[in-house]
């Protein structure tokens, strides 16, 4: 390299650096667990965000400043949650946050986010509970629990004509959240369950619990939890000659629910309830190309957490990066997204539920059931 | 019936893995008074090191039950046998002269530097291996059946010859015979020209080869696992190990086999929900009435 090169580099990067000083970032915060057990959720969290940051960078950012990313890991465990959402709000000075994931970490780190003033939109936390403490700055780009439930009670009670249904959770918010909520649906419907019971997260023997719904002679299980103990639950039911047909919610909407259960011959059957597809919508069309052109699939709750960060950066680009005004102007607003027009009632819902069944086939992926 | 019957089948393949991992804890109780906090996430390294030897024999294109298993078997000992005589060479060696707190705080930084290590150089992601041994052998009983699959047929066959070829080799061999003189006095048998650091290291072997054993089974079996997956095994296993009267060997098999036994029956019959509950309930109640466990020796105070 001749020295004339490398004075032009020199005075590029000094450029550079002076444009980054001369505007201030906008720092929003990407919170899920990054880590643990449930760490392929975060993943698809981060790909999300990264890239619709990195797409509404390309396009001149926020008002011309730029979104900066912070990562911040919850695990999924409450405590980890309350800490990292005060990291955020005090030492990053955040202004939105895309997150949590588990509806456990969720609801105590909304009230942080409230008390600091920080739109808070979470891709997937889909427990009642969350927009139900009525905070002004909560939002969700995903349905919501007693709305995933009515759609797989009424599957279970129309489609499926069950009688049979054992109930089994994961003593967690989302998982007994869920659970009770579909149980509810499904005594409504005159059914009542033959069996419901809790398993500890983070067991991997279940056989004790399935040799008592096999005692029971369930027609169908439903389970509210994670993919992490879905897996092993799945397994062990088939291994022990059980039939019955297993049915979950969007937490196992990952392809490492077929890695956990063994097999894809384990997983051929399984319903599971989540939003129409996310990759549906013509206006995700090219954000869905640029993400397979790059060797990665939007899988599960990708374009969610897109979705997320759109709506958190149309409420601050229109309200002069006012988070308080802008939870105030989304409630109004329709926001245009990856997943198509989003609405939200008061209470920071969406205004349209739309969840589907889905069923896993043999090879491990996952299909709408028409 | 079948269902009480399929409840004991559920229990004592639970036990006997359970028990496998206990033998670590109370080994090492008894040799050097101290607790191994990072046992089960010894446990938990083997569970990774299974997966590998499985990928590293599928890749050489060995594709039948009994050499994978074999392979595995031994590839995973050697490597957490390794394992294990490193954790007791950095992070306990150092601090046999200490006092007893200053081992323990080592082994609780031990295991979370297992962890941390793990997750970092593997990834957080829930990881699973393949099945390789499917099928079952199913007895009807009445209306219905019971069953045990031919994994935890190899499971508890596995676990009973791990148990019994460790037994010997502490009751009949020159090595147990160190063992036990130096887990009676060691000064004593330092003295009498017993060189017992190298006695001690062989206890962390064995009790990290008793784990990589649990390890591959129960991997094998149930497939799936994480860098976390330690922590819940290994807090059931040293329950075990106390219910069984830690320091004894025959006792970390026995409480293996009742804490198992018990988790199984009682959330087969009355409810899954409380069933850690139950077991916890169950060695409180034991230690209420024998304070040093079921086949434990009350230890007496030397002057």
Same mark, same amino acid.
């Given at each position: ?41 975060g ?31 919850d ?25 949590h ?17 920080v ?8 427990n ?63 059914v ?24 029971v ?26 039939k ?86 989304l ?40 | ?35 191994n ?28 039950f ?6 595995t ?50 990834? @957080? ?5 393949? +099945? =390789?041994?499917? *099928? &079952?052998i199913? $007895?009807? /009983? !009445? ?15 596995v ?52 784990? @990589? ?5 129960? +991997? =094998?079996?149930? *497939? &799936?696992?994480? $860098?976390? /997956? !330690? ?73």
């Amino acid at each position: 390299m001749s020295n004339a090169v490398i004075r032009k580099t020199l005075i590029s990067l000094a450029v550079a650096g002076a444009a980054t000083l001369a505007q201030a970032d906008v720092v929003i915060g990407v919170a899920g667990p990054h880590t643990g057990a449930y760490a392929a959720f975060g993943e698809q969290l981060w790909k999300g965000a990264e890239k619709a940051a990195m797409d509404i960078n390309a396009a001149g950012g926020i008002n011309g400043e730029m979104i900066k990313l912070v990562k911040a890991d919850d695990a999924c465990e409450p405590k980890q949650a309350v800490s990292i959402a005060n990291r955020l709000v005090d030492s990053d000075d955040a202004l939105a946050v895309v997150g949590h994931f588990c509806s456990s970490s969720s609801i105590p780190a909304s009230k942080i986010y409230e008390e600091a003033g920080v739109i808070m939109v979470t891709p997937a936390s889909t427990n009642p509970t969350l927009t139900d403490q009525g905070l002004p700055n909560v939002f969700r780009v995903c349905g919501r629990d007693d709305q995933q439930g009515d759609v797989a009670a009424s599957y279970i009670v129309d489609k499926l004509n069950a009688k049979r249904v054992a109930v089994i959770h994961d003593k967690d918010t989302y998982g007994k959240g869920l659970a009770d909520a579909m149980k509810a649906t499904l005594n409504s419907y005159g059914v009542k369950e033959v069996m419901y019971e809790g398993l500890t997260r983070g067991e991997k023997d279940f056989n004790a619990l399935i040799t008592k719904i096999r005692s029971v002679d369930a027609d169908v299980v439903y389970f509210g939890g994670l993919h992490s103990e879905a897996g092993p639950l799945v397994r062990q039911l088939r291994e022990q000659g059980s039939k019955a047909i297993f049915i979950s919610g969007d937490g196992i909407v990952s392809d490492e629910f077929v890695s956990v259960a063994g097999s894809p011959e384990y997983v051929d059957g399984v319903l599971m309830t989540f939003g129409a597809p996310p990759t549906s919508y013509p206006s995700g069309k090219k954000v869905i190309q640029e993400f397979r052109d790059s060797g990665y699939e939007p899988e599960g709750y990708t374009l969610y957490s897109y979705t997320a960060m759109q709506v958190a950066v149309a409420a601050l680009a229109n309200n002069n990066l006012d988070p308080i005004k802008g939870a105030e102007w989304l409630k109004s607003h329709s926001i245009d997204t990856v997943m198509g027009k989003k609405d939200f009632d008061d209470k920071g819902d969406l205004t349209v539920s739309d969840y589907v069944m889905y069923e896993w086939d043999g090879q491990g992926k996952y299909n709408v059931v028409e | 019936m079948d269902i009480v019957l399929q409840q004991l089948v559920n229990g004592l393949t639970l036990g006997s893995v359970y028990g496998l991992i206990a033998i670590g804890y109370t080994m090492v109780y008894g040799i050097i008074g101290m607790i191994n906090f990072a046992h089960g996430d010894v446990y938990m390294v083997s569970a990774y090191i299974t997966a590998i030897a499985i990928a590293i024999l599928t890749f050489f294109g060995i594709e039948s039950f009994p050499i994978i298993i074999v392979g595995t078997l031994f590839l995973t000992v050697a490597v957490t046998g390794a394992y294990g005589w490193v954790i007791e060479r950095i992070a306990y060696r150092p601090l046999r002269s200490s006092s007893r707190l200053a081992v323990l705080i080592s082994a609780i930084g031990m295991s979370l530097i297992l962890q941390n290590y793990v997750q970092l150089s593997q990834g @957080a992601n829930q990881q699973g291996v393949p +099945t =390789l041994l499917t *099928g &079952a052998i199913r $007895f009807s /009983v !009445g209306d219905g059946f019971v069953q045990i699959t031919y994994m935890k047929l190899f499971i508890l066959f596995v676990s009973l010859l791990g148990m019994g070829i460790l037994t010997y080799v502490i009751q009949k061999t020159k090595l147990g015979r160190m063992c036990r003189a130096t887990q009676q006095d060691r000064k004593m048998a330092s003295i009498l020209g017993i060189d017992t650091d190298k006695v001690i290291s062989t206890v962390f072997v064995i009790g990290a080869v008793m784990a @990589a054993l649990a390890g591959v089974l129960v +991997t =094998l079996d149930y *497939g &799936a696992f994480d $860098f976390y /997956v !330690g922590f819940i095994i290994g807090i059931k296993a040293f329950t075990a190990a106390v219910l069984g009267g830690i320091g004894s060997l025959p006792g970390a098999m026995l409480g293996g086999l009742i804490l198992g036994l018990s988790e199984a029956l009682f959330a087969g019959l009355i409810s899954s929900d409380y069933k850690d509950v139950f077991s916890f309930s169950l060695l409180v109640l034991i230690l209420i009435i024998r304070p040093s466990g079921l086949l434990g020796k009350p230890e007496v105070e030397k002057v």
